[in-house]
């Protein structure tokens, strides 16, 4: 398994945040590319996040110490319609360099002790149905699938996958 380093986001991050997912495939379940003004807001909130709740997206670092992306956890926003409001979700986003090295399992691995030591007794993972990737990360972590539900837009479906972290 590769190692991975994670720290909370910088000004700076928003940068190379917008560069590493600047990119079709990476946002394909996304919505596609996001403008440089989304990663500085996501930025700023996950540095709240990590001051207030002791974990966040962390930025994320291969062992050259070179931005690859992001992972973490955060609260599921209040704003949405749908979805699981008031549960943490956890997640990853990698740039396409770094697709298929262990990088997302290492993340998330290290993502869920950090999210644990925090108190968090439950964390989810919401994934669209064709992210065949994420699923495997989702699966590999031991989260059950806990349902499978259609999208706002009406034309495609996700799985929540849920994880106990009270018992190790």
């Known amino acids: 398994m590769p190692s991975v380093r994670l720290r909370v986001p910088t000004d700076e991050d928003a940068h190379a945040w917008h560069r590493a997912f600047d990119d079709p495939d990476v946002m394909e379940f996304l919505g596609g590319p996001a403008e440089l003004s989304a990663y500085e807001e996501i930025t700023a909130r996950q540095r709240m996040h990590d001051a207030q709740l002791g974990y966040c997206l962390w930025t994320?670092?291969?062992?050259?110490g070179a931005v690859i992306g992001f992972t973490g956890?955060?609260?599921?926003?209040?704003?949405?319609?749908?979805g699981p409001v008031g549960e943490i979700e956890i997640g990853w986003r990698l740039a396409r360099g770094a697709w298929g090295r262990g990088y997302a399992y290492a993340a998330a691995?290290?993502?869920l002790e950090r999210v644990r030591s925090a108190g968090v007794p439950r964390v989810v993972a919401m994934i669209d149905d064709a992210n065949a990737r994420s699923i495997a990360v989702a699966e590999r972590l031991g989260m059950p699938l806990a349902a499978r539900?259609?999208?706002?837009?009406?034309?495609r479906y996700a799985r929540r996958y849920e994880l106990d972290l009270t018992h190790p």
């Open 149 to 155: 539900f259609p999208l706002p837009n009406g034309t």
């Open 109 to 111: 691995l290290a993502t």
């Open 73 to 82: 956890a955060q609260p599921w926003p209040r704003a949405k319609a749908w």
């Open 60 to 64: 994320l670092l291969d062992e050259e």
